[in-house]
Nanobody, 123 residues
């Protein structure tokens, strides 16, 4: 059974930093592309970043330069370092896994999802 468990979300002031974590189990992590998505209130869920199993990283234009995705295959954990946070970054952040396939910004390409962690950025 695949489980993805996010942590690290909280209330933070604009300009601050957070690091989200997603611990995976039940999936061959080292050959999985791991993605972060987010859903703001009353908006569609959107792609944030992903870390391809073969080493590439990809970012949405809105977060490029401020958010950094990384992974520790030994710990089966993916991270999202969030710097220079803005109120518009407020959302529930979801971790997703795509075993055996590469980069994708499309939600439907990820068969496994976590429950999400709330990030709130105050102005």
């Amino acid at each position: 059974q695949v489980q993805l468990v996010e942590s690290g979300g909280r209330l933070v002031q604009a300009g601050g930093s957070l690091r989200l974590s997603c611990a995976a189990s039940g999936v061959v992590f080292r050959v999985s592309t791991m993605g972060w998505f987010r859903q703001a209130p009353e908006k569609e869920r959107e792609f944030v970043a992903d870390s391809s199993w073969n080493g590439g990283t990809y970012y949405a234009d809105s977060v490029s330069g401020r958010l950094t995705i990384s992974r520790d295959d030994a710990k089966s954990t993916v991270y999202l370092q969030m710097n220079s946070l803005k109120p518009e970054d407020t959302a529930v952040y979801y971790c997703a896994a795509r075993p055996g396939r590469g980069h994708s910004q499309t939600q439907n390409d990820y068969p496994y999802w976590g429950q999400g962690t709330q990030v709130t950025v105050s102005s």
